[in-house]
């Protein structure tokens, strides 16, 4: 009776764990998302140009995605649990001074602390989940349910923002997250336990520096191009960036540990899902920017009522990771794979026929279509690109997957937004480089603002079409590189812990 009890209190203790350990993860992934809406109530507030506002938004994308294996590997080495905290902590300052800032450029710079410290919560939460559950399946149905809470995040962010800003400022989005991260700071000590790994790997922090440089610079010199027009800045930091990029990776093929073994990149079916982490979250973020522009300053409606019009979206992309594993099991990872690209096309192609007025409609469809391919892709991107190579090598399969995500959702807004803007540039009435920026300002004339709402519908349906056309070339893709049964993983579908944490940061 006693060992029973024993037990019981154990198991409970196990999966209080969990709940501790899915806050942080929510927040990162909501704040992925959350300011899609916000982003006409941050303009008018803080006239941040068009360059910066893209910035505000993916800074952070970028700062995760740069970071994530080194910290994994950071955490293997000092404790998975105290970088947790560290980060949790730095995340809830990073919130508030953006929740305050009062320049844009202050805006960019606590945007990108938060996404420092985002990179440190993702591959400890999981690495200190996995060691919480010692039954590989418990194991598997916690991370199933660590896979739902992150997808959830990034679906119900602009949700949660639209809610927010109806009733509060701006800032609120931010400060949301700071009862999270203190319940966090408090609890985590009581019902989580330090791990460290057996054989923790040496940080190359020469290859971090030229990941994330040479990311930045480039992005910066296309984001530059096209609000201004091709110059000598961005040029030289364009050539700068590649120069950086090409060196970091012709770094990586002579380490012993890599930052990124682009060595498994020779498997067809390694290099379509992470494509596949990559390319859904670059279409998801760049629509879901845009769309919540387009409800707001073309539709003319409340960011209440545009958040509303999102949980349609929100709803099926959350179900269908959830149910998506099932599914697989049926179906296989192949058909599941096309299924996404496919899905994602045909939702992203119902964008183009939108207009200056009666656009609900198409934008609910197109949310609730492309919804189910999102959703397959958040749910099977990890498995698998583990199942496609050697079980040694699963660690770094693994943070590859989950850097795709996040670089994916930064490369959507820079490069696809990026994209709308300069049309917007091109064929607008040239007052400014944004929409909301061009209605802001006083006495415009209704001819010119309809002509600056049709210039950007125009950036949307090029944004929309481009995606599209992707996501339709990489399900061809799969199609005829991906063999009719793949290889699988362990029973409780997950990797072996100890693979993952030796190899890097336990990620999935």
């Not at 910035?55 to 590997?73: E, K, M, P, Q």
């Not at 591959?123 to 919480?132: K, N, Y």
């Not at 520096?209 to 930091?237: F, P, R």
């Not at 997950?494 to 190899?503: C, L, N, R, S, T």
Request: aromatic share 8%.
């Amino acid at each position: 009776m006693n060992e029973h009890c024993v037990s019981h209190s154990a198991d409970v203790r196990v999966w209080l764990g969990l709940l501790v350990i899915l806050g942080p993860v929510l927040l990162v992934a909501m704040d992925g998302s959350v300011l899609f809406l916000a982003m006409p109530k941050i303009t008018e507030a803080l006239s941040p140009t068009a360059d910066q506002a893209l910035w505000i938004l993916d800074i952070y994308g970028f700062a995760v995605g740069s970071l994530l294996i080194a910290f994994g590997n950071l955490g293997d080495r000092y404790g998975r649990l105290r970088l947790l905290m560290i980060g949790a902590a730095v995340f809830g300052a990073g919130s508030a001074g953006a929740a305050f800032a009062p320049t844009p450029e202050l805006l960019i710079a606590f945007r990108m602390l938060m996404g420092v410290a985002g990179a440190t919560l993702l591959p400890s939460a999981l690495a200190v989940l996995s060691e919480l559950f010692i039954d590989p399946r418990q194991r598997s149905k916690a991370i199933g349910i660590f896979a739902a809470t992150f997808a959830a995040g990034f679906a119900i962010g602009p949700v949660v923002g639209g809610q927010l800003l109806n009733r509060f400022w701006w800032g609120s989005v931010f400060l949301i997250n700071l009862p999270v991260a203190v319940l966090f700071l408090l609890l985590a000590p009581i019902l989580l336990r330090e791990v460290r790994s057996t054989r923790p790997g040496r940080v190359d922090a020469l290859s971090v520096l030229l990941s994330a440089a040479g990311i930045l610079l480039s992005v910066y010199a296309i984001k530059q191009a096209v609000a201004e027009g091709l110059t000598m800045t961005s040029v030289v930091t364009g050539i700068a960036g590649i120069v950086i990029l090409g060196w970091f990776v012709r770094r990586q093929r002579h380490l012993d540990r890599p930052l990124i073994d682009f060595r498994l990149f020779r498997d067809r079916v390694f290099t379509i899902a992470i494509i596949t982490g990559l390319l859904p979250l670059a279409a998801w973020s760049s629509a879901a920017y845009l769309a919540g522009i387009y409800l707001q300053s073309v539709l003319g409606l409340s960011v209440l009522h545009a958040a509303l019009l999102a949980l349609p979206g929100a709803a099926v992309l959350t179900v269908t990771c959830i149910v998506t594993p099932a599914l697989v099991e049926r179906v296989g990872k192949r058909a599941a794979l096309i299924t996404c690209h496919f899905c994602i096309a045909a939702g992203l192609l119902l964008l183009v026929p939108t207009g200056l007025s009666g656009g609900i409609g198409w934008y609910i469809a197109s949310t609730v279509i492309a919804g189910v391919g999102y959703g397959i892709s958040f749910s099977v991107v990890a498995d698998t690109a583990v199942a496609a190579v050697p079980a040694e090598r699963a660690g770094s399969a693994a943070a590859i997957a989950e850097t795709s995500n996040e670089i994916g959702n930064a490369l959507g807004i820079a490069l696809l937004g990026s994209l709308a803007t300069l049309l917007f540039r091109l064929q607008g009435p040239d007052l400014a480089g944004t929409l909301n920026e061009t209605l802001q300002i006083p006495n415009l004339a209704p001819a010119v603002a309809g002509e600056a709402k049709t210039a950007f519908v125009t950036g949307l349906h090029a944004a929309a079409v481009t995606a599209g056309i992707l996501h339709g070339a990489l399900g061809t893709l799969a199609l005829r590189w991906i063999p009719k049964s793949l290889p699988h993983t362990d029973d409780a579908g997950a990797p072996p812990v100890q693979d993952i944490g030796e190899e890097r940061s336990m990620q999935r």
